[in-house]
């Protein structure tokens, strides 16, 4: 039998007590050639990586409200808020060509018949459509009209020189042939000055080329708080895209990528863009599958989707505004109940109304059911019940009826209701098959 081998212990620890003295060695081989080599990230890349780790943060963050959606409000975005575009980006614009520069593909939408059934829901007293002009010459009548020590205590503007009046009418004179390329830095500098308005309505904003309009929403959805924004978004850019669909029964490519951008601010989009809409009671339903088409592509927050539900149910009624409830309802997000009540009271208005309803509120109507069916309470499928009853469309009443009868009750589970049909069930066998008792 041969001898077993004897094992060779290592005399020295692997880790030794004496850790100061191993940690105070320095290393004394030389640098291998990739790590002579290795260089320092650029100032660029990690900035990239920056914007990339805070993006995933708040996505993290949006996923823990959407776990929680009972407040219903508007939070306000930081000044300092991470944009996907990066400044270094807007000055290499390359433009967008005209080849491409129109936004098609809803004609299919578009119904003539049906267009005639909203107009019975605009408003007949709607004045102009209000910019930015209407506002700094009502703040200047204002200012006017006070007396000259309240006037500077209330509202402190400081007083421009021509030379600065000079620079941004230039700027304005750049955008009206702006394609590509830099920007002014004048105009980089706008969101910082407490007078941006004053200073934005001295480059005429009314005037600015499509793809001017489109590095402009860039740079202020970017570097502005919500409040503020939400005004470029009502008075410059909702009345340049409502104006380009009317004129022109399509929209811009440019300006469909500048109404693109203004949703990373959604407080500011619902505020500035979507309910001014609404409330005008003169949008038609070619502007609202056009902006409603960005809600469609854009994921929104839960809990601005639920506010925006809200208002809108509440809203004054202008025909399309049952178009964007659609949009919303159909992302399926969880709405808190306060929210569900205001959708079932919005749709009830319309109990006694002897108008005929459009084909969007049955189509809104069944959207909301399909989603949320289980989420109402029976005096609330009653009601419902009712309203099909006096306003019914030959195609779409009979899914809402088949939806609402195949429901739960809120609060009720889903096994409460199986033992509905399963214990009918049973009983019936019991009569036909009275010995399996005794089995």
């Not at 939070?75 to 290499?92: M, R």
């Not at 010459?137 to 006017?144: A, F, G, N, T, Y």
């Amino acid at each position: 039998m041969a001898k077993k081998r004897e094992r060779h212990q290592n005399p020295e620890p692997f880790l030794s007590d004496d850790t100061n003295k191993s940690a105070s060695k320095k290393r004394t081989k030389p640098a291998k050639q990739h790590q002579s080599e290795e260089k320092l990230i650029s100032a660029g890349m990690s900035s990239k990586i920056l914007k990339e780790a805070l993006l995933q943060q708040k996505e993290i963050q949006d996923e823990a409200d959407a776990e929680n959606p009972d407040n219903i409000v508007f939070p306000e975005e930081p000044i300092t808020q991470t944009q996907v575009d990066e400044d270094d980006d807007v000055d290499n614009f390359a433009g967008f060509s005209d080849n491409h520069s129109q936004f098609g593909g809803y004609e299919e939408e578009i119904n003539e018949d049906e267009e005639k059934l909203l107009e019975a829901f605009f408003s007949k007293d709607a004045g102009p459509q209000q910019t930015l002009a209407d506002v700094i010459l009502r703040k200047i009548k204002q200012k006017d009209q006070m007396p000259p020590g309240l006037s500077a205590v209330l509202q402190p503007s400081p007083k421009l020189d021509d030379s600065i009046i000079e620079i941004y009418k230039s700027v304005g004179e750049i955008f009206k042939k702006y394609t590509s390329g830099k920007l002014p830095l004048a105009f980089k500098s706008i969101p910082a000055k407490q007078n941006w308005e004053e200073l934005l309505y001295l480059t005429e904003p009314e005037k600015w080329s499509p793809n001017a309009v489109y590095q402009a929403t860039r740079i202020l959805a970017s570097n502005m708080s919500s409040s503020k924004v939400t005004k470029f978004y009502k008075f410059v850019l909702l009345p340049r895209i409502r104006q380009d669909i009317r004129k022109n029964k399509k929209l811009h490519f440019a300006l469909y990528q500048a109404l693109k951008k203004s949703v990373y601010k959604p407080s500011a989009f619902h505020k500035g863009i979507l309910f001014p809409l609404c409330a005008s009671r003169t949008c038609n339903l070619r502007e609202a599958v056009i902006i409603g088409s960005i809600l469609q592509k854009v994921s929104i927050p839960p809990l601005h989707s639920s506010a925006a539900l809200m208002k809108l149910a509440e809203m004054e009624y202008g025909g399309t505004t049952s178009y964007f409830i659609k949009i919303l309802v159909e992302k399926k997000y969880a709405l808190p109940y306060r929210v569900i009540d205001a959708m079932v009271a919005h749709f009830m208005r319309f109990c006694e109304d002897s108008r005929d309803m459009p084909v969007i509120w049955h189509q809104s109507l069944l959207a909301f059911m399909q989603r949320y069916k289980h989420e109402l309470t029976k005096e609330q499928k009653d009601d419902i019940n009712y309203l099909v009853k006096k306003q019914r469309h030959k195609l779409v009443t009979p899914e809402i009826l088949r939806e609402l009868n195949n429901s739960r009750i809120r609060g009720e589970k889903e096994d409460d209701l199986m033992s509905l049909y399963i214990l009918p069930f049973c009983l019936i066998k019991v009569l036909q098959f009275p010995h399996i008792l005794f089995w």
